[in-house]
DNA sequence: CACAGTACTCTGCAATGTGTAGTACCGTGT
DNA sequence: ACACGGTACTACACATTGCAGAGTACTGTG
């Protein structure tokens, strides 16, 4: 049930999706993750990969005052986020393709 | 290009996975999941990953002279490793699915 | 005998997700 | 006025794990 493993490589894509869809801020983004079915994730996870995808040069980032609790930072995702992940997304279905084989999910769902 | 990542967490299963089908030794192994479509997967990782299945007791194991080479450490999938091999699918399944519907896989492939 | 191919082991490293603690802001209840 | 829970972010130490590199060893070939 230790899906911790399986999330390397595969968070930056998950944020970049969910950003690509929408601009976020961190603790939303760690809610609309969970929603997604990334039910476990951790919010150091999530903002530790925001600062690296920013850092990266992925992310565009404002700051934006909120009325009910703390700032929010928001993120946005750029042209290079974008090529990033397409690429990426290229990489996984390659991927998860290889993995599907292997693991005989066509043959056996049937259903 | 760098699926390093990607693998954590996935190749235990593919390795068990790999010895459902058949028995096999570490550089045997290697060659199979790189024809499997891991291409770049190194071979200290599978030997790594053979000595920690196998210390969590889900391989057994047994070496074979070979007359063209070295001895090889064969290593076989037991009970144990079938239940691990069953379970690790199904959270891959879900974890798959997850990061499908998130890339929108589904929404562009056309099935 | 050097060398390539096969086969395995060991060590140190790098990347990354996580828990924990800490800071800070806001609205509500008492 | 004050405690408290929810929101929001940061920083740090840690565990897991794949990998490159070096080393050992056996076999067949030129």
């Known amino acids: 049930m230790d899906s ?3 999330l390397k490589g595969v968070l930056d894509s998950a944020v970049l999706a969910v950003l690509e869809d929408e601009d976020g801020y961190g603790y939303d983004i760690v809610r609309r993750l969970r929603v ?6 951790g919010d150091a996870s999530v903002y530790g990969t925001l600062r690296r995808l920013y850092a990266n040069g ?4 404002y700051v934006v005052p909120s009325e009910s609790g703390p700032h929010r930072k928001y993120y946005g995702i750029n042209a290079s986020g974008r090529a990033q992940l397409k690429e990426s997304t290229a990489t996984w ?4 393709g290889a993995m599907d084989r292997l693991l005989g999910t066509r043959r056996g769902e049937r259903v």
């Open 4 to 6: 911790t493993q399986l």
């Open 36 to 41: 997604a079915g990334f039910e476990d994730i």
């Open 58 to 61: 992925f992310l565009t980032s």
């Open 93 to 96: 279905r390659t991927f998860a």
